[in-house]
């Protein structure tokens, strides 16, 4: 609880990076054993660490991105906070980005709740649409990036996966699962098929920047990849890991990285195994180093700020 007894949404969020923390040093020692650890030192000692800053910039610029979308879909559903506010909310969001495919960004809901009154049932949508349209640009990338491979027919298949998703979550069916918190009035505003291309294309554009920072760590160490191939690797591996849904894909995401790197270039265990953990570091944990300066702002700002009564 806060200084004023409200359930602080913070709560058990140190329990659970120490958990997945120590999961993903758990996955980083198999990799180690699977690519002898002194290889991998040396591959990680060559590389260019003047780049690192660029990656994260890269990183960053996505999540700016993805702001501007999630102010887009509040201006929808007719949620109206200050932008300053919206914004550090919006980032103490990416704390969770370790949680199983991001779901644990409904936090964002309960800091609306607690701050402005907004009800979770009418904010929760707003993650709903934006873990769609994630997958959906993520996939748009995939299938450009493995568009010239002969492994485009694969990729095609799992578009074809997350339109049907796509259509089940349009379909009235799931108004029928109250535990996902949704407003059914609300999901049919964020899901219609003009707005959904809209932000697949946003959230397309967003998630290049990252494979963008994929990329700068992959030359960074000089390896062979391509640009597009890159986009494949990232693409592919985020999917998986989202599918597996383990806490931030640790373990499955990796492993299918370091694979798709081996299985694209002529990479070596250790190179492909160093590329995987410079990736993970610059997207996945630089993601949740900054959801916890933004949920810190944001607590900060709550306790300065009277809680509004619920609507």
Same mark, same amino acid.
């Given at each position: 609880m806060d200084h004023d007894g409200r359930r602080d949404p913070g709560r058990h969020l140190k329990r659970s990076i120490v958990l997945v923390? @120590?999961?993903a040093v758990a996955v980083t020692l198999g990799l180690g054993l699977y690519a002898d650890f002194g290889k991998v030192g040396e591959e990680l000692r060559?590389?260019?660490w003047a780049l690192f800053?660029?990656? @994260?910039a890269l990183t960053a610029i996505n999540y700016l991105i993805r702001f501007v979308r999630w102010q887009v879909y509040l201006g929808r %559903?007719?949620? +109206?906070i200050p932008v300053v506010r919206s914004f550090w909310i919006f980032i103490a969001g990416l704390t969770m980005t370790i949680t199983p495919a991001k779901l644990g960004e409904l936090i964002k809901c309960g800091l609306? #709740? +607690?701050s402005f009154g907004v009800p979770v049932r009418r904010s929760a949508p707003v993650v709903l649409a934006e873990r769609v349209t994630d997958a959906t640009g993520v996939i748009v990338l995939a299938v450009i990036g493995g568009a010239g491979t002969d492994r485009w027919p694969l990729l095609v298949v799992a578009l074809v996966g997350v339109v049907a998703a796509v259509v089940i979550i349009r379909s009235p069916l799931l108004e029928r699962f109250a535990v996902l918190g949704e407003a059914p009035e609300a999901a049919r505003v964020l899901l219609t098929m003009p707005l959904l291309a809209a932000m697949t294309g946003v959230s397309a554009v967003s998630w290049f920047f990252e494979c963008l920072a994929a990329y700068v760590c992959v030359r960074g160490l000089d390896l062979g990849l391509s640009l597009a191939d890159t986009i494949v690797v990232f693409s592919l591996g985020s999917l998986a890991g989202a599918l597996s849904f383990l806490p931030g894909g640790v373990g499955v995401a990796e492993t299918s990285m370091t694979a798709l790197i081996r299985a694209l270039g002529d990479v070596s265990r250790a190179a492909a195994v160093a590329a995987t953990v410079l990736i993970r570091l610059a997207t996945l944990w630089f993601a949740v180093a900054i959801g916890l %300066?933004?949920?810190a702002v944001e607590q900060r700002l709550a +306790? #300065?700020?009277p809680a509004v009564a619920g609507r």
């Open positions: 923390v @120590a999961l060559s590389f260019d800053p660029l990656a @994260a %559903v007719e949620i +109206r609306l #709740k +607690r %300066v933004g949920l +306790r #300065k700020a």
